[in-house]
């Protein structure tokens, strides 16, 4: 019959949000107090309800190509709010976890990260890694890490290792992204794909992003938004340190790549000793920042438990990672300040956390600045901003 939809409803994937933090899903009655109150959606079609309606009936294809589920940013006013303790916010964030498992690849390993039963063996790829490489040799004498002679000195693997999975988590992002956004175009009408501005989304969405504009609109958990700040430009913060130690390395005269090659390019110290106290204390400033911001937002979510739900494994997992990442970094620069051979082991566990972080980026709920940026672009360019 013309008109008709059919609707394909698959129950395995009603169970599936269910598992994944959305208990609560079936409690909805449709009341649409949820979109009422929600301060981040578009007046056209809001969210959350109809995303719950969705979810309730299994429509996964619909679901997985929406941006909206994206465009929550999970302040949790509608949890807050809803009548019938369906957890709209949680619901969505269970969705969203989803959606990172529906388009990165390799599968597996986004199965894998979203369940704690492989938590030790995704552990143990860094630390079998980190031990080959002579993690477990505590050199003697003054503790030092990137001297000649020093800890990291003799592990020649360390660089290729995480340049590696760094590209992997990249390459994976960046496939995952794309199909992603083909999902989205794919039921765009003909005259709108044909009139997207790309640029100006990308421009009008980085300026929203950087002002953390929409994060200021939620109510029920206000200080998320200076946590969520804190964190993201700590990592910016330490991107540009990373930079900076890098070109340091390539340079440096007594300890770099020029030295090993035994390039007659001359560098003047006071260039050299001059990068390095900006990249110390950017990269000190930025460690402080991030232990700040992340433990603000731990705080935040057992001050805010029982109006907007603690969140699943799915999002401590990733909390968890950053907030050990960032004080075993502190610890492990204190203990060497310090002359105390701790510092070895620290940094060890520390390098752990980091090649965590980063080699399953695309599968942990690290990939949501990723598709949430992405989901903000597309609904720019299609005028649903
Ligand atoms: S999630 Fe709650 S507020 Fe939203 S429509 Fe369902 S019952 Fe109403
Ligand atoms: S969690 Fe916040 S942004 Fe997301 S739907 Fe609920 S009220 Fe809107």
């Known amino acids: 019959m013309s008109g008709t939809t059919i609707l394909k409803p698959d129950l395995g994937f009603v169970n599936e949000v269910i598992r994944s933090g959305g208990e609560s899903l079936k409690k909805c009655y449709q009341c649409a107090t949820c979109s009422v109150v929600c301060n981040v959606t578009p007046e056209d079609k809001p969210f959350p309800r109809k995303e719950m309606l969705q979810a309730q009936w299994g429509l996964k294809d619909q679901l997985m190509k929406n941006p909206d589920i994206w465009l929550c940013h999970q302040c949790s006013d509608c949890t807050a709010y809803c009548p019938r303790g369906a957890k709209p916010g949680e619901v969505l964030g269970a969705i969203r976890k989803m959606s990172i498992k529906e388009f990165s690849a390799p599968g597996f390993l986004a199965k894998m990260v979203g369940q704690p039963v492989f938590l030790l063996v995704l552990f143990a790829v860094p630390v079998l890694l980190l031990l080959a490489e002579g993690a477990g040799h505590v050199p003697a004498g003054k503790v030092a890490f990137g001297l000649p002679g020093g800890f990291l000195f003799s592990m020649k693997w360390i660089d290729p290792l995480f340049t590696a999975a760094a590209l992997f988590a990249l390459a994976s992002l960046g496939l995952g992204v794309r199909k992603y956004w083909k999902a989205m175009a794919a039921d765009l009408p003909a005259d709108r794909a044909a009139n997207i501005n790309l640029g100006a989304a990308i421009k009008e969405t980085v300026s929203e992003i950087l002002a953390h504009k929409r994060f200021q609109k939620c109510e029920t958990t206000k200080g998320r938004s200076t946590a969520h700040l804190l964190v993201f430009y700590s990592f910016i913060g330490l991107f540009i340190t990373t930079c900076l130690a890098f070109v340091k390395m390539i340079l440096d005269p007594g300890t770099g790549y020029l030295a090993y090659l035994h390039h007659p390019v001359q560098v003047s110290d006071s260039f050299l000793t001059g990068l390095f106290a900006v990249y110390k204390i950017i990269g000190n400033a930025s460690a402080v920042a991030l232990v700040a911001g992340i433990l603000l937002m731990m705080s935040n979510r057992f001050k ?11 999002d401590w997992l990733f909390l968890t990672i950053i907030a050990v990442l960032g004080i075993t ?22 390098l752990c956390f980091v090649f965590f972080l980063f080699a399953y980026a695309p599968f942990s709920k690290m990939a949501h600045m990723f598709y949430r940026a992405t989901a903000m672009v597309f609904a720019r360019a299609t005028g649903r901003g």
């Open 304 to 314: 805010n438990a029982k109006k907007a739900g603690m969140g699943s494994y799915f």
């Open 329 to 350: 970094g502190l610890l492990a620069e204190l203990l060497r300040i310090s002359n105390m051979p701790a510092a070895y082991p620290v940094y060890v566990i520390h």
